[in-house]
Structures are given as C-alpha cells and as structure tokens.
C-alpha cells in the first residue's frame, strides 16, 4: 500500500484545494523523477526557483495549467516535453515550461505519424548524397523561415544571394508546385521540424554574416 510521505500529503492537498495547477516533472542522474508538484499558477515562478535549489542536479518540466481533471494531461505534456530535450528536439535547460514549447510537444506525440512524414519529405531527397540533402533541407527551412526573402535567406546561410537563387532552382526541380501549394508548405515544415538530431528544428538562429562568394 502507497503511504505517502509528508511533503506529498501537502502536494495532495494542494491539489484537492486548488482547481487550477501547475505539474512538474522532474528528472535528474539519469532517471525519471515522476514527481508531481502541484501549485497555484500565481506562484509557480517561485516555486520553481525554490525546487531548482533544493535540487541543483535536477531538470524540470513546467506543465501548463489546468483544471483538476486534466492534471494527468499537464503531467504527460511535462514528461513528454523532458524526453524531447533528451533527444535533443527543445533545446537543454534546466526549466522547460511546457506552455512555451506546445508547438514540439503536439508534433511529437505520435512518432509514427511524424515519421511518416519525414518519410514523405526524405523520399523526394532519394538519389542525393547525405551532404547534398543536408544542404537541399537547410535551403529550405531558410526559405520557408524567410518567406522566399533571398537576401534574408543569404543572411541566414551565410552565402551569396546569388548562390541561394541557384539552391532554390535545385528546390524548385525536387519539390516543384509543392513549394507553391500552402498545404504542401506546412507539411513540408512539419516534416522539417520532425527530423531527428536536425540542428535547425528548434528555429534556426542566423549564423554572423561573413564576405560570402558564389559556390
């Protein structure tokens, strides 16, 4: 039989008094924590810097607020949104508030169905070498992020315009009306964000500009 220890009696009647929460998940030395901290909303910032300091080897993840019912949802959310800095998708910190990062945690929750479309998205790639793909992928996320600015996708790549004007005839050959079709756009950005270990799928930042020339 479950005997819960005093800190967790506090935590339950907290949660019995209060019809919005907060969830925490916590995980540290490389094991899951499965911890729930249950606090009112107004006080979750303090709250959380008084965890980070009783527990300075710990990671945690911030689950949205919710009523009562879906706390498990807020909890699955905060485990969800840990495994996903683990497997590099949200960048490492020590705090991950779930509620800043929702976009990850629904694209996500199914792995098959995302893997299906990175399968769609690879598929057009077949016949490229792993550097001329990399580089295809990079090229596109610029110009999706840039809404087709080739300056700024210069900016972004750090290569001459001239250069990304030839990168986006390549584009235009492999994806064709699917660059222009909003539909295919977002399934292409979808399936961007899907990738695994992509260093670009948590928003690329522009790299310094430098004295680019054409390649």
């Known amino acids: 039989m479950f005997v819960p220890r005093e800190y967790q009696k506090n935590i339950i009647n907290h949660i019995i008094e209060h019809k919005r929460c907060c969830v925490f998940a916590g995980m540290g030395m490389g094991k899951t924590a499965s911890t729930l901290f249950a606090i009112s909303a107004l006080k ?11 527990l ?7 689950g949205p607020c919710v009523p009562l019912d879906s706390v498990a949802d807020s909890l ?10 683990d497997e590099g998708a949200l960048p490492p910190r020590r705090v991950v508030w779930v509620q800043e990062c929702l976009p990850a945690v629904l694209l996500h929750s199914d792995e098959s169905l995302a893997q299906q479309l990175r399968g769609r998205l690879l598929t057009a790639l077949d016949g490229l070498t792993a550097r001329q ?18 300056l700024d996708m210069a900016e972004r790549l750090s290569v001459h ?11 235009e050959a492999v994806f064709g009306d699917r660059l222009r079709d909003p539909d295919a756009r977002f399934e292409l ?17 522009p ?9």
């Open 44 to 54: 979750a910032v303090g709250e959380v810097k008084k965890v980070l300091q009783a």
């Open 56 to 62: 300075p080897r710990c990671r945690f993840a911030v």
């Open 76 to 85: 699955r959310w905060a485990r969800k949104a840990l495994a996903l800095v």
């Open 133 to 150: 793909r990399e580089r295809m992928l990079e090229t596109l996320r610029a110009w999706l992020d840039a809404q087709g600015h080739v």
């Open 161 to 171: 315009p001239q250069t990304v004007r030839y990168r986006m005839r390549q584009l």
């Open 189 to 205: 950005e979808l399936a961007l964000r899907a990738l695994p270990s992509a260093p670009w799928r948590n928003g690329a930042v």
């Open 207 to 215: 790299r310094p500009r430098t004295t680019p020339t054409p390649t």
